[in-house]
């Protein structure tokens, strides 16, 4: 009977422990569950939310949040806030002064008249004294040194513009090799997945070709040995794809971790070209940098005017009020308030600038000169610029065309090959050689047709037309 009782508080004691255990495993099966709805939940919501930022998108976002272009707008301010300043120096001129003055006391001056008694004193002292005055000037001739002087910082102010969208050119040119390098990596890496796939059946079917006895297994080594070579390239396009992607969010001004969906319609097909010397027609009216260094040198040339009207004299007109106690126009002195006024005209003339000048003449005509030759020079520059970048454009669609026909030589020599292995009359290598040539044909179509659009947009900067 004991024996009994034991064995039925053991047996009590498993149906216990049996359901513990599986009411644990439910809840866990059950918490699992909530689990994986959330993880599909929130998966399901980044899919919504995910967008796609076409080329437009990032080079709108790019230019708002670029620091460049905001410095660039500073200098605009400045410039403006330059010319307002010699606009300044050509209004009148409008001062205002006040002052106390506190004269020691001396003796009244007296004078001693013939058959007068006493000494008589003519002018009482006031040994405190109070002015105010008003002065009015305008200049009337300058050697129209403040026309020349406004007109120069209004050609400063219109370079400064013209820099400023030298600038937006290259961050908007700047943002399309980022967005087009980020398009590059991304397709790399679907092509080396896809490879991978097919690989991954390949060898799938080679191990089971092992089994049978129709493939050695250094053949089977040698499909591994292409997987993991594979895995190799893409662990560094994924690796090169995280730095593109954290430098791009950057350069936009995006979260740097932020996941970014590029427009896989972005890539077309090149426009046709037009001839060089139209291109170059093109640069030459439409670089701002050009147009920014021609303005600037239309600011050295009235600096120049400047320096060869300094020997002409200048002629103002000026006016003064006054009002002080007391005045000394006033005779004999009141201890009260007088008013009173004087205007003329103001004539300066620099005589030593007859010498002196001649310096600040040389000085102007040589940096004018030198302007002058930095405008050829620049013109010249563009013109190796636009020259190359042609080229290269027309290189690119040369390529592309290149490209296409291998990618079908490829696809069809692997054909060819697979159909050969599959019938046992071609070894292993010879597969391993056609996957690698069809895979590198794929990236290497998928690279020139991204290249040449960078190519073109960089031959629309050239020519000054990417706004």
Request: charged residues 20%; contains cysteine; hydrophobic residues 40%.
């Amino acid at each position: 009977m004991a024996v009994g009782k034991r064995q039925f508080a053991i047996s009590s004691q498993k149906e216990k422990v049996l359901s513990i255990t599986t009411t644990y495993n439910m809840n866990i099966k059950f918490h699992l569950k909530k689990l994986t709805v959330l993880i599909f939940l929130v998966g399901s919501f980044h899919k919504i939310t995910a967008q796609v930022l076409t080329l437009d998108q990032a080079i709108k976002q790019g230019v708002d949040n670029n620091r460049q272009l905001k410095i660039s707008s500073y200098k605009i301010a400045l410039a403006e806030t330059k010319y307002q300043e010699a606009v300044d120096l050509t209004l009148p001129s409008l001062k205002a002064s006040a002052g106390y003055t506190k004269l020691s006391d001396v003796d009244q001056p007296k004078i001693q008249f013939p058959g007068a008694p006493e000494p008589v004193a003519l002018f009482p002292v006031y040994v405190n004294n109070y002015s105010a005055k008003v002065s009015l000037s305008e200049t009337v001739f300058s050697g129209f040194r403040l026309k020349y002087a406004m007109e120069s910082q209004k050609l400063l102010q219109q370079a400064t513009k013209l820099d400023a969208g030298k600038d937006h050119d290259e961050v908007v040119f700047n943002i399309i090799n980022a967005y087009f390098n980020l398009y590059k990596l991304r397709q790399s890496i679907q092509i080396v997945d896809e490879n991978l796939r097919s690989l991954d059946q390949r060898i799938s079917e080679a191990l089971k070709m092992e089994q049978q006895g129709i493939l050695l297994h250094n053949d089977v080594l040698k499909l591994q040995l292409q997987h993991s070579n594979t895995e190799l390239t893409r662990i560094d396009l994924q690796n090169n794809l995280a730095i593109a992607s954290f430098n791009f969010n950057i350069l936009i001004g995006n979260n740097e971790k932020a996941s970014v969906n590029i427009d896989s319609t972005t890539v077309k097909d090149v426009e046709s070209l037009k001839s060089m010397d139209e291109y170059v027609s093109d640069a030459m009216k439409n670089r701002s940098d050009l147009q920014a260094l021609t303005t600037r040198s239309k600011s050295i040339d009235n600096n120049l005017k400047i320096a060869k009207n300094s020997y002409y004299p200048q002629l103002a007109v000026a006016a003064n009020y006054y009002d002080a106690r007391p005045n000394p126009r006033v005779i004999p002195p009141k201890d009260q308030f007088v008013t009173t006024w004087d205007a003329g005209l103001v004539l300066t003339w620099d005589l030593m600038n007859l010498y002196s000048n001649k310096h600040n003449i040389a000085d102007s005509r040589i940096q004018m000169q030198q302007s002058e030759e930095n405008i050829h020079m620049m013109e010249d520059a563009i013109k190796m610029e636009v020259n190359q970048n042609y080229l290269t454009c027309m290189q690119s669609k040369q390529r592309i065309e290149v490209m296409q026909s291998s990618l079908l030589q490829a696809e069809e020599n692997y054909r060819i090959v697979n159909s050969r292995f599959n019938s046992s009359l071609a070894l292993t290598s010879e597969l391993v050689d056609a996957d690698a040539a069809l895979l590198q044909a794929k990236v290497n179509l998928t690279l020139a047709k991204s290249d040449a659009c960078v190519n073109y947009y960089r031959l629309k900067k050239s020519i000054g037309s990417m706004q």
